[in-house]
């Protein structure tokens, strides 16, 4: 199969391999002879297409044609423009169709946390309350893991760095604040060193009030500037902690356990085949299995926010997908930018045109499941299901606001390849079998199989005991390499 034809109502196809031009390839009963050489992943037109006619991918408009087009035609930027726009008004459309995935009884090997959470991992993490320390938690969670290697109950010793916690003013020093919050109580740790310079407008004693309740023998803090050595004393601080976890062992715990994050970056023209689906396929039998996935990217739902909305549980969590994507269309346009500035050069050198067809592939990682509840930027998941989640695009801004809902694990399907790794594991997911081989040091599973004749349910059945495998100590290539940084939403004015 050399054409992938999507949806019945599609008008064009995907190629599968680069398609010769005045070759005729076999799509269904259709005959198509390209015009053009067309790269893998990118678009033939199936039909003659009017100037200002959609161009049909996934059974939905993907854009309009801005010049006539021919059957056999490769659609693309030069020949095709988004139809999106203004901030919309949207009605509540319920859909009947629910997820058929059934329930899985299968348990991974995880950390029950006092609070009831279960964690992946038994990390000890330094996390700075202020970029001037960025340095210091390095080298005390550098010196820490170099005299404690023997400490074998705990995973590793890790700092999270960032610019912030200082100079910053209203809604993004409370968006540091509540990072950084999320980070100190996330289940993944075993301990925390919170460490603080002493004069940060995050100083400790005011990040303690976002804090709230913590357990004083998991979480430690230390302000440099009271003490005469910094480095020695976060050091002993962070032996404290490993003594306080020294009997946490990974035991069963239920797959309804998991809050598994869904993020895509670096997508190409199989993403929306391939990768996502994948995910979403995942999704479901983890959600049906009583566990929790959360969606994010919300630029990368415009075009494909009706399909999130008519899912929506009930017509509160419709109100909130609504303010959800028009915040965000907003916050585009109070600084002056068009809301359709996107996909990236990347993602149109993969096959993706617009910005809508970006969408339709990317919302695929939520699968068919009901949308239970609707995140805020630092917010904590609270229902089990699937759930949805404020943040931007951008890769490493997303995947640490995932970490910090509440995510233990994050999927993360790519076409064109990405090291990126955050505070949780991070799968990579490749979308075509080349990139899968090519970067095999960054990618954890091989999702272009499906190109090749592997059922979805096969795939998502390895795929679901590929996460099982994560969860219960399984490195990720990220974490092997390395790759665990955070970056926090950022949209105001620094002093």
């Given amino acids: ?123 000890i993490w330094v996390v700075p309350t202020v970029g001037c320390v960025n340095r210091t938690a390095q080298l005390i969670a550098r010196g820490a893991s170099e005299k404690f290697q023997a400490a074998k109950h705990i995973d590793g010793i890790y700092e999270f760095t960032h610019p912030y916690g200082c100079s ?152 909130k997908i609504v303010h959800l994507v028009n915040d965000f269309k907003k916050y585009y346009e109070d600084h002056n930018q068009p809301i359709y500035e996107n996909p990236s050069p990347g993602n149109k050198k993969g096959g993706i045109t617009t910005l809508e067809e970006k969408s339709l592939g990317c919302t695929q990682k939520g699968g068919r499941s009901q949308v239970v509840d609707v995140l805020g930027y630092g917010d904590v998941v609270k229902n089990k299901g699937l759930t949805l989640l404020s943040a931007p695009g951008n890769d490493i801004v997303a995947a640490t606001a995932l970490a910090a809902s509440g995510c233990q694990i994050i999927l993360f399907t790519t076409g064109r390849g990405t090291p990126l790794g955050t505070a949780v594991p991070t799968m990579k997911i490749a979308t075509n079998s080349e990139i899968f081989t090519r970067k095999s040091n960054w990618m954890d599973f091989d999702a272009g199989v499906l190109l090749e004749g592997q059922s979805m349910e096969d795939t998502a059945e390895k795929l679901l005991q590929h996460v099982i495998d994560v969860a219960s100590g399984s490195l990720t290539k990220s974490e092997k390499m390395g790759f665990r940084d955070i970056a926090i939403f950022k949209n105001g004015v620094t002093l």
């Fill in 1 to 123: 199969m050399l054409l992938n034809r999507i949806n019945i109502h599609d008008n064009v196809a995907v190629a599968i391999e680069e398609l010769t031009a005045g070759e005729t390839y076999q799509v269904g009963s259709i005959a198509v002879t390209p015009t053009a050489a067309i790269p893998k992943g990118h678009k033939i037109a199936l039909e003659n297409i009017p100037v200002g006619a959609n161009i049909i991918k996934y059974g939905f408009p993907i854009g309009h044609t801005i010049q006539e087009v021919k059957m056999g035609d490769w659609i693309h930027s030069h020949n095709v423009k988004t139809n999106l726009g203004d901030i919309l008004e949207y009605q509540y459309r319920p859909v009947s169709e629910e997820s058929k995935s059934e329930s899985l009884p299968k348990t991974f090997k995880g950390y029950p946390r006092a609070n009831g959470k279960v964690g992946v991992r038994n990390e």
């Fill in 168 to 319: 910053q003013l209203g809604e993004d020093h409370t968006n540091t604040q509540r990072i950084l919050a999320d980070l100190v109580n996330h289940p993944n740790a075993a301990g925390v060193l919170v460490l603080g310079l002493g004069c940060e407008n995050n100083y400790i004693e005011e990040f303690k009030k976002v804090l709230g309740p913590y357990d004083a023998n998991r979480v430690k803090f230390l302000v440099a500037q009271d003490v005469e050595d910094e480095v020695e004393s976060g050091i002993k601080a962070i032996y404290e902690l490993i003594e306080q976890t020294a009997k946490d062992q990974r035991v069963d715990c239920p797959i309804s356990d998991l809050v598994v994050g869904l993020k895509c970056g670096g997508s190409d023209g199989f993403s929306g085949i391939t990768g996502n689906p994948l995910v979403g396929a995942f999704s479901d039998k983890l959600g049906a299995s009583g566990g929790t996935s959360v969606l994010t990217e919300v630029p990368e739902m415009f075009g494909a926010e009706t399909i999130l909305m008519d899912r929506a549980i009930n017509e509160e969590v419709f109100g």
